[in-house]
């Protein structure tokens, strides 16, 4: 079936850093959503993507839509302790069945002070 | 505002026993789905539906059933529960194709 590849799977910052993921598929997407998941909670959306070339800011958060629509990257600016959690990205293929998105399999961000 | 709503938030269940896990959203969504959560396995689709009386599989369907007689309902059934279905269970609901999916607070079974 399809994938997305997310990585890294954990990274370890200091607080104040800056931090990157990204997520890849072999395949094209028409829709690029980026979760957190904090423990013990479900998933909340950070931001969504529907546009190839499109990027989009929420706060200390940016996350852009790949033109070749086979990746997606989203970047936290000075983390602060309260980013710690799971980040997901999640797409739906085109062609792929309706309302049917895929998951990456997360970064675990953990942030010193 | 209630969103989406799963019961039981834990369960403990024995080898061969049947339960069925209960998801409601109050937002008029046509589409629901199921997804399971394991470490290092990210969320993977048990089934979905795209509207009441339609479902479909997903990635892991077996040993799952699901029904959508209402638009607000997608209960989640284990006929027979085994130790591999150990697992956090969360049920999401969007809109339409490729929006966001909004997810409900999990529930934790353990099958022993």
């Known amino acids: 079936g399809q994938q997305l590849n997310q990585s890294p799977q954990s990274m370890f910052i200091q607080e104040g850093e800056d931090v990157s993921m990204n997520c890849t598929s072999s395949s094209i997407f028409n829709t690029w959503l980026w979760y957190k998941q904090d423990p013990g909670e479900g998933p909340v959306l950070l931001i969504a993507l529907y546009k190839a070339g499109e990027l989009t800011s929420n706060g200390r958060l940016t996350a852009q839509f790949g033109i070749t629509r086979k990746d997606s990257f989203l970047n936290i600016s000075a983390s602060i302790p309260s980013d710690v959690g799971i980040y997901f990205c999640a797409g739906r293929f085109y062609g792929g069945s309706q309302g049917n998105l895929i998951f990456g399999k997360g970064t675990k961000l953990s942030v010193k002070p | 505002n209630a969103g989406v709503t799963q019961t039981p938030k834990f369960q403990v269940l024995k080898t061969g026993q049947s339960m069925t896990l209960q998801c409601a959203q109050d937002m008029n969504h046509e589409y629901m789905s199921w997804y399971r959560q394991d470490p290092g396995m990210g969320l993977r689709l048990i089934h979905y539906?795209?509207?009441?009386?339609?479902?479909d599989q997903g990635e892991v369907p077996n040993g799952y059933n699901v029904s959508r007689s209402t638009t607000e309902d997608f209960p989640l059934r284990l006929l027979s529960a085994a130790p591999s279905q150990t697992s956090v269970y969360f049920c999401a609901s969007n809109q339409g194709s490729g929006t966001e999916a909004f997810f409900g607070q999990g529930t934790r079974l353990t099958v022993v």
């Open positions: 539906s795209v509207g009441a009386g339609i479902t």
